[in-house]
């Protein structure tokens, strides 16, 4: 029933519109087209990944990666229970978060929204788990250390038979993104190559995931990155035939963009290959910009024969300008940009402490709290990108947070609750 309303309001749009291939990038582009149909063909497509470096022992398992407090930070997928931040020059490790008291089974991806991180113990390469869950940690209480978590369990709504399937089951997922109010989660399918789109909500409980769609991948999916203000979805993730080392282990991208809502696959679908000299079990991506990201892939070891092969955990970088810029200047980006496009204030409301995450070059602005009538309650300079809620002056209520540097205002408005 989902499809045929898709397909009608397509129809509905296009007798009054031009639909086609928007895109000036795609082969079949049309130039008079006002409508993306979500059908533009891409020519096969190579990237040449940087490679910032080896990194720590301490991550050879790294399976996540994503933006936040404008850095990069990574998780292990087992035994482990550090959130760690890399340093993108060197991919050496700066410091690190700890979620204490969880236990760790196959945490294959991380996403977030403005107050909460979502860990995601979602891991099924046996196909057989029936404790699929996603742990929502608070932001807030993870930077005070004082941590503050609760669960979203879930099961796919196709699955029945939960057999011991060892790397043969299309139930698996390392990839998912957060929306305003749902999970969206990317399968990884060992049997068919492709990937299925999920949908739960975000509230803890226990949840039923609804299948949306599936699109063909001729690989793996193992991270997912949402910008959702230009409706741009990076997956990643590679391909798989350990019986013919030539084809296994081959990275990739899939860029969706210029989607409707939520429908995903709706828009433009891309496929970038890294350069075939690349091999790497590549598990995580993220970006701050839209148009540079970094990926991370775990420490892989085999056998072929006499010949063993090993592959250590590395962080690369992408600039992906070539193939996104054109689409991204109708919002305003620039081939120069490289700073996080977005600002965070949170929580909202707040108790003793806001929350910044901002550009690196508002590091030292000055701020100021005041009240809805004007009255300046606090004042002082952004060095840590959080601020200080517990002055005397500052009652429960609504308040205004100004900052300044240089001839750039930004203002967010707030409410202070109590304890």
């Not at 957060?178 to 068919?192: A, G, P, R």
Request: aromatic share 12%; charged share 20%; proline share 4%.
């Amino acid at each position: 029933m989902l499809l045929t309303v898709l397909m009608m309001t397509t129809l509905s749009v296009c007798r009054a519109q031009v639909c086609g291939c928007t895109d000036p990038l795609a082969t079949n582009y049309n130039p008079e087209a006002t409508v993306n149909d979500g059908g533009c063909i891409y020519a096969s497509t190579t990237i040449e990944p940087t490679v910032v470096d080896t990194l720590d022992t301490m991550l050879e398992g790294s399976s996540s990666l994503i933006c936040w407090i404008n850095g990069y930070w990574t998780w292990n997928d087992h035994g482990d229970s550090c959130l760690y931040h890399l340093d993108t020059t060197d991919a050496s490790i700066l410091e690190s978060l700890c979620v204490n008291g969880i236990d760790n089974y196959d945490m294959e991806e991380i996403s977030q929204d403005s107050l909460y991180l979502y860990l995601g113990d979602v891991g099924n390469n046996n196909g057989f788990r029936q404790d699929l869950h996603i742990l929502r940690v608070s932001k807030e209480s993870l930077l005070a250390g004082t941590i503050e978590m609760d669960t979203l369990w879930f099961s796919y709504e196709d699955q029945t038979d939960f057999s011991y399937l060892p790397q043969a089951t299309d139930f698996d997922c390392e990839a998912f993104v957060v929306t305003e109010d749902s999970i969206y989660l990317f399968t990884k399918q060992w049997v068919s190559m492709q990937t299925t789109l999920y949908v739960l909500p975000k509230t803890p409980g226990t949840h039923i995931a609804q299948r949306r769609e599936t699109y063909p991948v001729n690989g793996l999916i193992t991270g997912a990155t949402y910008v959702p203000e230009y409706r741009l979805v990076t997956l990643c993730g590679y391909e798989f035939d350990m019986a013919n080392y030539a084809s296994a282990l081959h990275p990739f991208l899939i860029l969706l963009y210029d989607f409707q809502d939520h429908n995903f696959f709706s828009g433009n679908k891309r496929r970038l290959d890294f350069d075939y000299s690349t091999r790497a079990q590549v598990e995580a991506i993220a970006t701050h910009n839209a148009l540079d990201y970094y990926v991370t892939n775990e420490y892989f070891t085999t056998s072929f024969g006499d010949v063993t092969i090993e592959l250590p955990a590395l962080l690369r970088r992408l600039d992906l300008r070539d193939y996104l810029l054109p689409y991204l200047s109708d919002f305003g980006v620039s081939v120069h940009d490289n700073l996080p496009s977005k600002w965070l204030v949170y929580p909202n409301p707040a108790t003793d402490r806001l929350y910044i995450d901002c550009p690196e070059e508002f590091c030292g602005a000055h701020y100021e709290i005041l009240s809805l009538n004007g009255q300046r309650v606090a004042e002082g300079v952004l060095t840590e990108r959080s601020v200080s809620l517990s002055d005397r002056n500052m009652s429960a209520g609504e308040y205004i947070l100004v900052i300044r540097k240089n001839k750039t205002i930004k203002t967010f408005s707030f409410i202070k609750q109590e304890y």
